[in-house]
């Protein structure tokens, strides 16, 4: 059952994974829910305009499938391991 708590799961794991990118099925996986859970949650983000569905590369897995990546403007920033500064999407 797709709930609210698991949709704000989802967006904040998307945040905390930036700039990385998981599969919706690793994504279950890591969350420790089931894939169509994993798909509803992202189906409700893209419908509020917050990520957008793109085929990208699972850093997990490393196959070419469907990823949620923030949407341009959304203003979610991840950060850069490296430098420790903020990457904003917008």
């Given at each position: 059952m797709l709930t609210t708590s698991t949709i704000a799961m989802l967006a904040r794991a998307l945040r905390e994974q930036l700039p990385n990118f998981q599969c919706f099925s690793c994504f279950g996986k890591y969350l420790g829910i089931s894939e169509p859970e994993v798909r509803g949650?992202?189906?409700?983000?893209?419908?509020?305009?917050?990520?957008?569905?793109?085929?990208?590369?699972?850093?997990?897995?490393?196959?070419?499938?469907?990823?949620?990546?923030?949407?341009?403007?959304?203003?979610?920033?991840?950060?850069?391991?490296?430098?420790?500064?903020?990457?904003?999407?917008d």
């Open positions: 949650a992202a189906q409700a983000l893209v419908f509020r305009q917050r990520f957008r569905a793109e085929q990208r590369v699972c850093c997990v897995c490393q196959r070419v499938d469907d990823t949620l990546v923030p949407h341009e403007g959304s203003g979610y920033a991840a950060v850069d391991v490296a430098t420790g500064s903020e990457m904003h999407s």
